[in-house]
Structures are given as structure tokens and as C-alpha cells.
Nanobody, 123 residues
Framework: QVQLVESGGGLVQPGGSLRLSCAAS????????MAWYRQAPGKQRELVAA???????NYADSVKGRFTISRDNAKNTVYLQMNSLKPEDTAVYYC?????????????????WGQGTQVTVSS
């Protein structure tokens, strides 16, 4: 099994910054895409940013120029640096990774989610 542990959420004032981390562990053979999603109360979960194994990135229009996604392949960890935060960024942020893991020595494809971390932007 693959486990994802997120950290870094919290309360911040508008204009402030936070850095989220998500570490993947378990019988991981390879990780392809890693991404951050968010879900605000009463809204659907939306993609915030994604990064491929080769380092190509993709961002939601609402966060371009403010958020930066990065990954450390040696640590199986993805980060989200969030700057110039706005109240509308308030949401639960979820990490998602997909790739190949092994169970009993046999490979299988996985696509797993973290437990979510709350980000609240308020004065």
C-alpha cells in the first residue's frame, strides 16, 4: 500500500505564505504525476497544480504566478509553495499521486489521496 502524509496547512493572513508538503511511502516502484487539489465548503474539488516525473508543471489559472509546485524524487515528496494568499484560497488541500507500487512482489498501478490539510486565509 501507498501512504500519503500531508503537512503545512494552517491559518494565515491575506498576503501571507504557506508551504505544503506531501510525503509518499510504502512499496513504491515509481511515481508519475503528483498533484495538489483543493475543496472549499460547498464546492467541488478542483486541481490546483500538478507536476510530472519529468518536472513539467500545470496550474489552475486562479493560482498562476502565486503558487509553485515542486517535487523531490529522492524523498517521494511533493511541495506546494503558496504566496500572496487570498481569502478565496481557503480550502482543504489534498495531495494526489499516481504510479506503480508492488504488493507481494507484483506491480500494480495506484492512484492515492492524502488525508487533506486545512488552509485558512483570514484576517
Amino acid at each position: 500500500q501507498v501512504q500519503l502524509v500531508e503537512s503545512g496547512g494552517g491559518l494565515v493572513q491575506p498576503g501571507g505564505s504557506l508551504r505544503l508538503s506531501c510525503a509518499a511511502s510504502g512499496s513504491i516502484f515509481s511515481i508519475n504525476a503528483m498533484a495538489w487539489y483543493r475543496q472549499a465548503p460547498g464546492k467541488q474539488r478542483e486541481l490546483v497544480a500538478a507536476i510530472t516525473s519529468g518536472g513539467s508543471t500545470n496550474y489552475a489559472d486562479s493560482v498562476k504566478g502565486r503558487f509553485t509546485i515542486s517535487r523531490d524524487n529522492a524523498k517521494n515528496t511533493v511541495y506546494l509553495q503558496m504566496n500572496s494568499l487570498k481569502p478565496e484560497d481557503t480550502a482543504v488541500y489534498y495531495c494526489n499521486t499516481a504510479g506503480i507500487a508492488t504488493m507481494g512482489g507484483y506491480p500494480y498501478e495506484y492512484d492515492d489521496w492524502g488525508q487533506g490539510t486545512q488552509v485558512t486565509v483570514s484576517s
